[in-house]
């Protein structure tokens, strides 16, 4: 064991010992004042939360992390915490406070926490030149969130706020039509989530796209035209669905011709001309050409 650890445990028993002497050693009262100290402390982080004052917010909810385990607060201040560093700009210790939310068995916080800790990422995305773990992690976590809370029917769900909105005008004190018109309006504030999702996933996939464009084009320049085929083969196979797929399929066929692999230009060419027909007469010289050194 480190002196650091060694001191920490010392330190914490001397300080249990003396709290128990201080409340005449009653195994009620120390309880008490731990949640009464929780309490105060996420009370007053609330109010400089929605102050805008992240960074004090910050201070007092980490000194109530280790009080607050174990308490009915524990996922309240975990997840205010969260929030507190997402908007203070620590990406990378929101997306650490959200997983650890998501850790806890029967939080009402697991839906939000999954797609916050989805954006966290999405904020570490960097340029397209970079390197772009935070990208894959942010597509794959926005898919969880997807996968793990959809909305099967948006147009029911918005007929249902609807329907329970005008019964709620007839009985307002209907606790039924309160709860069903709660229940509706989450799951259509979900929608707009979903959507968000829907749009980050494609910009990522777009940003990953034009990075491994991006490399093949930096290969070609160095003439290293098999690696570049590896890169073009990467958008080819994996993002076909970006705009960086035509000229992906435009280079790999560049660069087979430029290594005389004319078969297998031809291969590429009609697998291009069946996604763009279009082009077939633009091009026709590059086809007459493979056509006639696979003839030699």
Known sequence: ?????????????????????????????????????????????????????????????????????????EDDVQYLLGQ??????????????????????????????????????????????????????????????????????????????????????INPENTSYKQNFASASAQYRRIDSLKYSDKAIRTMREKLAKNSFFIARQYVQLGKYKAAGIFYDEVIMHYPDTIYDQPALEGKIDVLITRKKWFDAGLVLDQYLQLFPEKRQEMQAIRDTITQNCKN
């Open 1 to 73: 064991m480190s002196g650091y650890r060694f001191f920490s445990r010392s330190a914490l028993a001397i300080l249990t010992a003396g709290v128990l002497f201080g409340t005449g050693c009653s195994s009620s009262k120390p309880e008490t004042t731990a949640n009464s100290l929780v309490n105060e402390g996420y009370a007053r982080a609330v109010k400089l939360y929605e102050k805008g004052d992240y960074s004090t917010a910050i201070l007092g909810l980490e000194s109530l992390l280790f009080t607050a385990r174990a308490t009915a607060l």
């Open 84 to 169: 507190s560093y997402y908007h203070s700009g620590d990406y990378m210790l929101a997306a650490d406070m959200f997983s650890r939310v998501q850790q806890l068995s029967s939080t009402p916080y697991a839906r939000t926490a999954q797609f916050m800790l989805a954006k966290s990422f999405e904020r570490l995305s960097p340029h397209f030149e970079l390197d772009q773990q935070y990208t894959r992690k942010s597509i794959e976590q926005f898919s969880l969130y997807q996968e793990l809370y959809p909305v099967a029917d948006t147009a029911k769900v918005a007929a249902d706020v609807k329907t329970w909105k005008e019964l709620l005008k």
